[in-house]
């Protein structure tokens, strides 16, 4: 079935350093949505990408879809102790969506 | 605007015994989503209703698992009996998707599930 590999599964970092998670898929995705679980809480809806190639920005957020719409990625810059949380890509295939294992950041102020 | 309820918020069975828990969608919100998190995991689709109709259910167990959305509003969600597996958190999300495409899902605060 549909998988959506997420690495890494952890990352902690110095508050101010850069921050990165991807997404990978063997099979072509739709769409892909990305969510922020805080710890305790409930998943959060980011941001989604349709189209191939696309770049979006949020703040200190990019967000990107691959050419082949086959991988994303999540950029950080500077991080913050408000970004600690999960971050969870979601690939759409079709008329299926599937969230990935997550990456846990952790920032150290 | 008033977000995804649930309920209860924590529930503590032992296995072999049931339990249902309560979805109420955001006002308007034509799909609704059952999730199963286990702590460590990324949030497993469980069942997808599109008003009242069924649209995917094909990762829930379905010999223990069931759900329905009666009038195509709120939702409920049973396990019976229940495992020692199914402790997790069990989310319901609410997406406003009116076409083919999938639109933002807004999540409910969940109900944590432990099988002792």
């Known amino acids: 079935g549909q998988q959506v590999m997420q690495i890494p599964q952890y990352q902690h970092v110095q508050e101010g350093e850069d921050f990165t998670t991807y997404c990978n898929s063997s099979t072509t995705l739709s769409n892909i949505q990305w969510y922020k679980q805080r710890p305790g809480g409930h998943p959060v809806f980011l941001i989604q990408?349709?189209?191939?190639?696309e770049v979006k920005k949020q703040k200190r957020l990019t967000f990107q879809f691959g050419e082949a719409k086959k991988n994303s990625s999540l950029h950080i810059t500077a991080t913050q102790t408000t970004d600690v949380g999960t971050y969870f890509c979601?690939?759409?295939?079709?008329?299926?969506?599937?969230f990935g294992a997550g990456t846990i950041l952790r920032v150290k102020s | 605007e008033a977000g995804v309820a649930q309920s209860p918020r924590y529930k503590i069975i032992e296995k072999r015994q049931s339990v249902a828990f309560w979805c109420n969608p955001i006002?308007?919100?034509?799909?609704l989503y059952w999730y199963q998190q286990i702590l460590g995991q990324g949030p497993k689709l469980l069942i997808q209703f599109q008003n009242n109709g069924v649209v995917d259910d094909s990762q829930l167990p379905k010999d223990r698992f069931s759900a329905e959305r009666l009038k195509g509003v709120d939702s409920t969600l049973k396990i019976q009996p229940a495992k020692l597996e199914d402790s997790a958190v069990y989310l319901c999300?609410?997406?406003?998707?009116?076409?083919?495409?999938?639109?933002?899902?807004?999540f409910g605060p969940g109900t944590r599930l432990t099988v002792l």
């Open positions: 979601a690939g759409i295939y079709g008329n299926k969506l599937v």
């Open positions: 999300a609410s997406s406003s998707r009116g076409d083919s495409s999938y639109n933002e899902q807004f």
């Open positions: 990408l349709v189209k191939s190639g």
């Open positions: 006002s308007g919100h034509a799909t």
